[in-house]
């Protein structure tokens, strides 16, 4: 196979989309489109990239150097079309940026799901001698060039709005991706023109241009119609965000996944699942996350960036996101309902989260529990720990984040305030109501609030009586 250069184009405006964000970098299973098609190209090792922007391009530019650069890698050449004229002008813009020899993958930035196993079958065909189309057959090609064939043979590709009555009713159509030779290519676009219902110049005219010089064209036909859909709307985008989803929870479900409706699931990322494992309806995966052997995810939870072990249960409406960072909960830990684990926090086996507990950039040792409306943050939880109802770690002064160090076997009671920096030693305990600034030592009891006061005979005030 010759050098591969590969094109991206990226310039339309999308205005079915009806934003004023670039069509392009719409998210669909949590990443930009053309994010979706950067990540596939990356996967090909070519020589040379070029994306074609245009409407918005300071921003997609922006967006896709910072892809590249997150990744370590160099980001692609740009070549702006102003104004937009067609496909065929589009490819223009990147002629001077291409070398002469080799070939070219022209690519749609709006067709996310496009897979390398396909682009490369295509490129073993569109060598020095011929080009390549890739086409597909759709039960409704509406919208969709036709590809013309003749004897077998692939003669043209005739768009839409220029097709005949007759040739509106193929259902083979281009999909918009093609490999061709550089030389040819460059050579056929010099000779485009806009002779068209839109007056644009068709990247498709060349099909003809390669027939009259006598260039075998060939058409490679994707197996899966989902991997050539594009986005031109809301709906469509919709439609193909479901149609993905549906397929990874299908993928799960083949290897033993339960899943409580298919249709209501959703991973923005990557999803790694052990045997057995249950997730009711409703829940979102971002980043990437791995679930252990027998692990059950409640409905209407968010997990991102998070590593669950085997055996442990979050129970619904739990938020568990790790960042870069990353959450850990561990073997047979319980978490939930309504918990939220940020970044940093590393439960321990059988440890207990409940409702309306917050953990960030702590870790709980094994048996820990903080089951009710509490905050533990910056913290160090020994084992079997009993954290108290309404508690929280004080850990900011408003310029640094101090640490607790809780150790094992403490029990705080409920209501309290642990001012960081501070030490509960080993077997300690903290008197509920307490505001704690001082270490307490091990096997101590700590107390630290008003004392308490009785008025006899006090009465409660009484509203004035009306008129």
Known sequence: MSAIDVVVMAAGKGTRMKSRLPKVLHSLAGRALLRHVMDTVHSLAARRVVVITGNGAAD????????????????????????????GHAVQQALPLLPDDGTTLILNGD???IEAATLRRLLEQGDAEQLALLSVEMVDPSGYGRIIRQGGSVRAIVEQKDASEEQRRIREVYTGFMAVPNAMLKRWLSRLTNDNAQGEYYLTDIVQLAVKDGVKVVAVQAADPLQVEGVNSPLQLAQLERAFQLRQARRLMEQGVRLADPARFDVRGQLDCGQDVDIDVNCVFEGNVSLGDGVRIGANCVIANAAIAAGAVIHPFTHIDGER????????????????????????????VGNF????????????????????????VGERVNYGAGSITANYDGANKHRTVIEDDVHIGSNCV?????????????????????????????VARGRQVA?????????????
Do not use: C
């Open 325 to 352: 960072g990353g959450v850990k909960v561990g073997e047979g830990a319980l978490v939930g309902p309504f918990a939220r684990l940020r970044p940093g926090a590393d439960l321990g086996p059988d440890v207990h």
């Open 60 to 87: 997609v530019e922006a967006a896709v150097s910072g892809w590249a650069q997150a990744g370590g890698a160099e980001p692609p050449r740009f070549a702006r079309q102003e104004p937009q004229l067609g496909t």
């Open 357 to 380: 507990v917050e953990i960030k950039n702590s870790s709980l040792a094994r048996g820990a529990k903080a089951n009710h409306l509490a905050y533990l943050g910056d913290a160090v």
């Open 111 to 113: 067709v996310p799901l």
């Open 455 to 467: 008025i006899e005979g006090w009465q409660r005030p009484k509203k004035a009586p009306k008129g």
């Open 418 to 446: 642990l001012v960081a920096p501070v030490k509960i030693g080993r077997g300690a305990t903290v008197g509920g109501g307490s505001t704690i600034t001082k270490d307490a030592a091990p096997g101590t009891l700590a």
